[in-house]
């Protein structure tokens, strides 16, 4: 490829990319949009946050250029409110010189990168570069990079490592132990994991070892031929044989009953399986998936669980977080139920109140992600009003009102209720607000990030 050729396709595709700066002076975001249209970029200007989550709606960017200290909502707190509607768009914060830290501070939380005013013009568009070729450009290389995990709601760090392993494992024929506690999907997960593997174009198939009968179990994994039982009017063909070349998913392993157990262990050391009635064994080529919510090694030690059949299954064991472990994924998963359940429902677009989100980010969430599904669907429902309250979240949660916190989510609880209520008074000052907690207005800022309070929100129009 000549010289000029390559200057024509840099071109191109500087042109297909959308950039979006929000400034509130006047004379900066005029001139970073000279620079950035000069060099073939698609730019949209917003003087301020509001302005900016408005043009979201109708133009959605590649790069999101923000300031960090604007008036009313701060760069932060749109980086934020970005996060939860578009999780996959990076945002640069240009900062001045004595806000470097609080800088530093945002790319800990997620944010992509930050520039220190003034700057050069070459190092705007070598971060702008950065920043669009670190991200997906095309449906073609979404497909190839982000596809096997598309159903995965997630930006925490303990789900980003946990799926960099899952990933690893993929393309082996290893089997996997998934094990997490109930609604924290781990079909998904095994759903990931095939769709990462060369096994991707064969079926995958998953059943609940639970939720069968033990005298159907073997039928149901194994077949069975005409004849083998009373009932048995013609051949049937079972789940190992149906999944040829695929993957299966065993879910609940811990409860599958003991006697079953070495019938299962004999198919997966000789990779056949013989339906009921049968004295043919047929050769099978399957990929086990299994998940548990049972401590194996104590069903061990309490022989209900076959020890050889824990190893055939465990070569990789992966552990899934719980809700809990992973709140900062809450308000995505939020917002993920919500559009679902007000398409569902054909209801008029919802949104969720800043106090509801408090709630469910601090709840204590036994039932996981399946739990919180369930509060989001029914707070739509019973939704009179297009933004859901606090008070709907709390009763969607009243049988988890009574459990007695743990010391962190007390005191979690508290500093979020004390912040909020500083807020209110002071109609989201946060200046004054960090002089009435006696802390200088960087670490107040950290306080509000972490607990996902925007003080624009509380501010009176």
Known sequence: MSLNTQNITKQTAKYAAKILIVDDDP???????????????????????KIALGTLQHFIPQVVISDLRMEGMDGMALFEQIRVQHPNIPVVIMTAHGTIPDAINATKQGVFSFLTKPFESQELLDTVEQAIRLQPSSGEQTCETELWRNNIISRSTVMTSLLQQAKKVANSDFSVLIHSQSGTGKELLAKAIHQASNRKDQAFTAINCAAIPEQLLESELFGHVKGAFTGAERNHQGLFQATDGGTLFLDEIGDMPLSFQVKLLRVLQEREVRPVGSTQAIKVDVRIISATHV????????????????YRLNVVELELPTLVQRREDIPLLVQYFLTQAVARSNMPIKSISQEAMELLISAPWPGNIRQLQNVVEQSVALSSENVISATLVKNALRDDSTQFPSFQQARDHFERDYLSKLLKITAGNVSQAARIAQRNRTEFYKLLNRHHLVAESYRVD
């Not at 970029?41 to 003087?47: I, L, M, R, T």
Request: hydrophobic share 45%; net charge positive.
């Open 27 to 49: 004379s900066l975001l005029r001139l970073l949009s000279i620079r950035l249209s000069a060099a073939g970029y698609n730019v949209e200007s917003a003087a301020n946050a």
């Open 295 to 310: 401590n194996l090694t104590k069903a061990i030690k309490a022989n209900t669980f076959r020890e050889d059949l824990y």
